[in-house]
């Protein structure tokens, strides 16, 4: 495309172009083995109930750990993996793992993990999850699936039946970074979400613009005459939090709360607390 604008300066740009093509390239190869050599892992990040002041669950968060290049964030892997197919491979890890961590965790507890749009054009992806949540004996409404409102566009036509069946199963669906996309309100009816996540935009700005504050209250209220759950991302501040109390939101995330840990460490945690409570008792 450069070369055919001609000479100049555009050389410079098909340089780099160029360059970060390859660079593309390269992270999608080192991603088809990332899975076997053991460089990818799930950090889990606390959901906490603001009304009872209690944990209800975990969002599972995808992270790579490159041999040479180091952390690398799902924000730059998964696009890349969205774009060669190896997202199937990632999701039915991700699954497996959620499930199987679900299994040493208290049954109050749930686990929400992120889909890409792609996953619902393999339709084996029911009987992928059906299968890890047999294999790790987890209930099904102990997981749940997080996807964003671009996944329910007619390019993924199948999206909404794969989803319902999911939801028959007593799996639940969240509907995440709620507000970012179009359309949103006609999708809630096309699938019937458990909840809503605010997204942290809002959040953020909450506090500062009133127009932010006022789209927070309104999905605040959206949800409860929807009956669902409602989760606000992003929650750093003390004052947030006091805020998303008095708007009487279900749920917070946010580094306020805890930050994304591994899974060794919060199952030290519920190990610890139970034998606190068996002391009390
Ligand atoms: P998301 O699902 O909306 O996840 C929330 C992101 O916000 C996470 O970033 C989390 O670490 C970050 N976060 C949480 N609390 C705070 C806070 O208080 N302040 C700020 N500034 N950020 C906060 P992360 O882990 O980098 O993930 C980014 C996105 O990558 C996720 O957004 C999700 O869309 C995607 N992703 C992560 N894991 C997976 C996965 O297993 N599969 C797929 N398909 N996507 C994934
Ligand atoms: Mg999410
Ligand atoms: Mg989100
Ligand atoms: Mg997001």
Known sequence: RAKKSGPGTIAFFEASD???????????????????ANELFLVYQPFLDIRTGRITGFEALLRWQHPERGLIPPTVFIPIAEESGVIHQLGEWVIRQACATLSRWPDRIRIAVNFSAVQFQNVGILQTIVQALTAANVSPHRLEIEITESMLISKYGSAPAILNSLIELGVTVALDDFGTGFSSLTYLRKVPFSRI?????????MLTQPD???????VIGLAQDLQ??????????????????????????????????????????????SRQSVHAA
């Not at 996540?197 to 700005?205: E, G, N, T, V």
């Not at 003390?238 to 919060?266: F, H, K, N, W």
């Open 18 to 36: 160029d360059k970060s093509a390859r660079d593309r390239r390269a992270l999608q190869r080192d991603l088809e083995r990332a899975i076997d």
């Open 197 to 205: 996540k605010i997204d942290q935009s809002f959040i953020r700005d």
């Open 212 to 218: 932010c504050a006022a789209i927070v209250k309104s």
């Open 228 to 273: 669902i759950g409602v989760v606000a991302e992003g929650v750093e501040t003390a004052d947030q939090l006091e805020y998303l109390r008095q708007t009487s939101c279900d749920e917070v995330q946010g580094y306020l709360i805890g930050r994304p840990m591994s899974a060794s460490e919060i199952s030290a945690l519920f190990d610890r607390s």
